[in-house]
């Protein structure tokens, strides 16, 4: 089980998006003033009511994650992120981005630098880390210094 702590939201649905084979649901959750995203796989138990919302009409889910890799959406603000990615690799990450905002700005026989604007996610975490010795985080600092972190846990394992 990912986590074993089971808690309670009352969630004002704005979304339901399929992300690599699952299901999610995008909701705002009063509580936390904030929107909260939930892997429908996960929800243990769910109720309806008739209390209708009257605020938050202006939910648009393309600007909610226009900055997110994948499902989870970040209140920060989107950053630069430069990437030196090797080759071959490099030629997959051309024909599948990572993100929508992804441009190359130097090519080379030895690979690609990309640059993105985007947040800081887990799932960018995963999806640089998927691709171990033929990426490297250029910038910004955060990035590689959470790389670096996950790398050195890593190592701990072997």
């Keep these: 089980i990912y986590k074993k702590e089971t808690k309670k939201y009352v969630v004002y649905p704005k979304l339901l998006k399929e992300h690599r084979n699952r299901w999610y649901l995008v ?4 509580d936390r003033k ?5 892997a429908l ?4 138990q769910m109720q309806t009511n008739s209390t ?3 605020h938050l009409f202006n939910f648009d889910p393309k ?4 900055h997110a890799v994948g499902i989870m959406e970040t209140a920060e603000k989107p950053v630069k992120v430069v990437l030196m990615v090797k080759s071959p690799y490099h030629k997959l990450i051309e024909l599948e981005p990572i993100h929508h905002s992804q441009k190359i700005t130097k090519q080379t026989d030895a690979g690609a630098q990309i640059e993105l604007n985007l947040n800081i996610n887990p799932e960018l975490l995963n999806t640089l880390l998927a691709m171990g010795k033929y990426c490297k985080v250029i910038q910004p600092a955060r990035l590689k210094n959470e790389i670096k972190s996950a790398l050195s846990e890593a190592l701990k394992q072997y």
């Excluded at 904030?34 to 939930?38: G, S």
């Design 41 to 44: 796989d996960r929800i243990k």
């Design 34 to 38: 904030d929107y909260l995203t939930f």
């Design 52 to 54: 209708v919302q009257k």
């Design 63 to 66: 600007l909610f994650l226009q």
């Design 27 to 30: 909701g705002w959750v009063e």
